[in-house]
Protein backbone atom coordinates (compact mmCIF):
# COMPACT_ATOMS: atom_id res chain seq x y z
CA UNK A 1 0.00 0.00 0.00
CA UNK A 2 1.10 3.65 -1.10
CA UNK A 3 1.09 4.69 3.10
CA UNK A 4 1.45 8.50 1.26
CA UNK A 5 -1.69 8.28 -0.17
CA UNK A 6 -3.88 6.22 3.19
CA UNK A 7 -4.45 9.31 5.27
CA UNK A 8 -6.20 9.53 8.94
CA UNK A 9 -9.12 11.34 9.48
CA UNK A 10 -6.64 13.57 11.89
CA UNK A 11 -4.47 14.45 8.92
CA UNK A 12 -6.77 15.21 6.30
CA UNK A 13 -7.06 19.12 6.91
CA UNK A 14 -3.42 19.03 6.99
CA UNK A 15 -3.38 17.62 3.74
CA UNK A 16 -5.68 19.36 1.98
CA UNK A 17 -4.45 22.65 3.14
CA UNK A 18 -1.22 21.90 1.80
CA UNK A 19 -2.96 20.97 -1.56
CA UNK A 20 -5.16 24.52 -1.50
CA UNK A 21 -2.03 26.43 -0.61
CA UNK A 22 -0.22 25.09 -3.76
CA UNK A 23 -3.93 26.24 -5.74
CA UNK A 24 -5.07 22.64 -6.11
CA UNK A 25 -8.61 22.04 -7.21
CA UNK A 26 -9.57 19.78 -4.50
CA UNK A 27 -12.15 17.13 -5.72
CA UNK A 28 -14.15 14.69 -3.41
CA UNK A 29 -15.60 11.09 -3.89
CA UNK A 30 -16.02 8.32 -1.68
CA UNK A 31 -17.39 4.34 -1.99
CA UNK A 32 -17.41 0.76 -0.83
CA UNK A 33 -15.39 -0.16 -4.03
CA UNK A 34 -15.69 -3.92 -2.79
CA UNK A 35 -14.41 -5.77 -5.96
CA UNK A 36 -12.43 -3.24 -7.77
CA UNK A 37 -13.74 -3.84 -11.66
CA UNK A 38 -13.35 -1.46 -14.86
CA UNK A 39 -16.49 0.54 -13.95
CA UNK A 40 -14.66 1.69 -10.65
CA UNK A 41 -11.91 2.71 -12.61
CA UNK A 42 -13.55 4.59 -15.10
CA UNK A 43 -15.61 6.42 -12.53
CA UNK A 44 -12.32 7.28 -10.71
CA UNK A 45 -10.41 8.25 -13.41
CA UNK A 46 -13.41 10.81 -14.61
CA UNK A 47 -13.96 12.34 -10.99
CA UNK A 48 -10.23 13.17 -10.81
CA UNK A 49 -10.40 15.31 -14.53
CA UNK A 50 -12.98 17.71 -12.56
CA UNK A 51 -9.69 18.73 -10.47
CA UNK A 52 -6.10 18.66 -9.47
CA UNK A 53 -6.27 16.49 -6.38
CA UNK A 54 -8.62 13.23 -6.01
CA UNK A 55 -9.54 12.70 -2.35
CA UNK A 56 -11.34 9.09 -2.05
CA UNK A 57 -13.54 8.78 0.62
CA UNK A 58 -13.47 4.80 1.32
CA UNK A 59 -15.59 3.31 3.62
CA UNK A 60 -14.93 0.98 6.43
CA UNK A 61 -15.29 -2.37 6.66
CA UNK A 62 -17.66 -1.57 9.23
CA UNK A 63 -19.56 1.02 7.11
CA UNK A 64 -20.29 -1.61 4.59
CA UNK A 65 -21.76 -4.33 6.97
CA UNK A 66 -23.90 -1.46 7.88
CA UNK A 67 -25.19 -0.67 4.46
CA UNK A 68 -24.79 -3.60 2.35
CA UNK A 69 -25.40 -6.59 5.48
CA UNK A 70 -23.04 -8.86 7.34
CA UNK A 71 -21.98 -10.75 4.18
CA UNK A 72 -20.11 -7.17 2.96
CA UNK A 73 -17.50 -6.35 1.93
CA UNK A 74 -15.97 -9.22 -0.17
CA UNK A 75 -12.55 -7.59 0.29
CA UNK A 76 -11.25 -5.95 3.63
CA UNK A 77 -10.68 -2.38 3.83
CA UNK A 78 -6.67 -2.09 3.78
CA UNK A 79 -6.89 -5.11 0.43
CA UNK A 80 -9.00 -2.57 -0.98
CA UNK A 81 -6.80 0.54 -0.03
CA UNK A 82 -3.36 -1.55 -1.68
CA UNK A 83 -5.55 -1.85 -4.95
CA UNK A 84 -7.19 1.98 -4.34
CA UNK A 85 -3.92 3.33 -3.49
CA UNK A 86 -2.01 1.84 -7.02
CA UNK A 87 -4.74 4.13 -9.12
CA UNK A 88 -2.35 7.14 -10.38
CA UNK A 89 -6.05 9.21 -10.51
CA UNK A 90 -6.35 8.56 -6.27
CA UNK A 91 -4.19 11.21 -4.64
CA UNK A 92 -5.07 10.21 -1.13
CA UNK A 93 -7.17 7.62 0.56
CA UNK A 94 -9.37 8.24 3.86
CA UNK A 95 -10.87 5.57 5.61
CA UNK A 96 -14.43 6.36 7.65
CA UNK A 97 -16.63 4.40 9.73
CA UNK A 98 -19.91 6.47 8.98
CA UNK A 99 -22.36 5.01 6.82
CA UNK A 100 -22.15 8.74 5.03
CA UNK A 101 -19.36 10.77 4.64
CA UNK A 102 -20.99 14.18 5.56
CA UNK A 103 -18.06 14.12 8.55
CA UNK A 104 -15.66 13.89 5.82
CA UNK A 105 -16.71 15.82 3.27
CA UNK A 106 -17.02 18.99 5.67
CA UNK A 107 -13.29 17.97 7.20
CA UNK A 108 -12.20 17.80 3.46
CA UNK A 109 -14.65 20.88 1.99
CA UNK A 110 -13.88 20.10 -1.59
CA UNK A 111 -13.90 22.19 -4.50
CA UNK A 112 -15.83 19.61 -6.26
CA UNK A 113 -18.01 16.86 -5.09
CA UNK A 114 -18.81 13.88 -7.53
CA UNK A 115 -21.26 11.26 -7.39
CA UNK A 116 -22.59 8.75 -9.68
CA UNK A 117 -25.25 10.01 -11.96
CA UNK A 118 -27.65 7.17 -10.42
CA UNK A 119 -27.53 9.65 -7.20
CA UNK A 120 -30.39 12.80 -7.93
CA UNK A 121 -28.23 15.99 -6.73
CA UNK A 122 -30.45 16.73 -4.04
CA UNK A 123 -29.86 13.43 -2.83
CA UNK A 124 -26.01 13.22 -2.38
CA UNK A 125 -24.81 14.22 1.01
CA UNK A 126 -22.88 16.70 1.28
CA UNK A 127 -24.23 18.64 -2.05
CA UNK A 128 -25.75 21.55 -0.14
CA UNK A 129 -22.77 21.90 1.92
CA UNK A 130 -20.35 21.71 -0.60
CA UNK A 131 -22.09 24.69 -2.95
CA UNK A 132 -22.59 27.04 -0.05
CA UNK A 133 -18.94 27.02 0.37
CA UNK A 134 -18.50 27.80 -3.06
CA UNK A 135 -17.74 24.25 -4.74
CA UNK A 136 -19.68 22.53 -7.34
CA UNK A 137 -21.32 19.02 -7.70
CA UNK A 138 -20.44 16.79 -10.74
CA UNK A 139 -22.39 13.45 -11.35
CA UNK A 140 -20.48 10.73 -13.67
CA UNK A 141 -22.57 8.84 -15.92
CA UNK A 142 -21.53 4.91 -15.57
CA UNK A 143 -20.13 3.57 -19.06
CA UNK A 144 -19.12 0.54 -17.88
CA UNK A 145 -22.26 -1.67 -17.46
CA UNK A 146 -21.10 -3.38 -14.07
CA UNK A 147 -21.33 -3.39 -10.40
CA UNK A 148 -19.37 -5.69 -7.56
CA UNK A 149 -23.17 -7.24 -6.68
CA UNK A 150 -23.14 -8.21 -10.12
CA UNK A 151 -19.40 -9.73 -10.37
CA UNK A 152 -21.08 -12.16 -6.62
CA UNK A 153 -23.80 -13.25 -8.55
CA UNK A 154 -22.69 -14.37 -11.69
CA UNK A 155 -19.71 -15.91 -9.75
CA UNK A 156 -22.22 -17.60 -7.36
CA UNK A 157 -23.91 -18.84 -10.93
CA UNK A 158 -20.96 -19.51 -12.04
CA UNK A 159 -19.18 -22.15 -9.60
CA UNK A 160 -22.42 -22.95 -7.15
CA UNK A 161 -25.80 -23.02 -10.03
CA UNK A 162 -26.77 -20.31 -7.69
CA UNK A 163 -26.76 -16.52 -6.63
Known amino acids: MDKEKVVSFDRIKNVINNEKARKKKIVFTNGCFDIIHAGHVNYLRQ????????????????????????????????????????????????IFDQEDPEILIKEVLPDVLVKGADWEENKIIGADFVKKNGGIIKRVKFEIDISTTRIIKRIGRLFYGKE
Open 47 to 94: ARSFGDFLVLGLNSDKSIRKIKGANRPVVDQSQRAIVLSALTCIDCIV
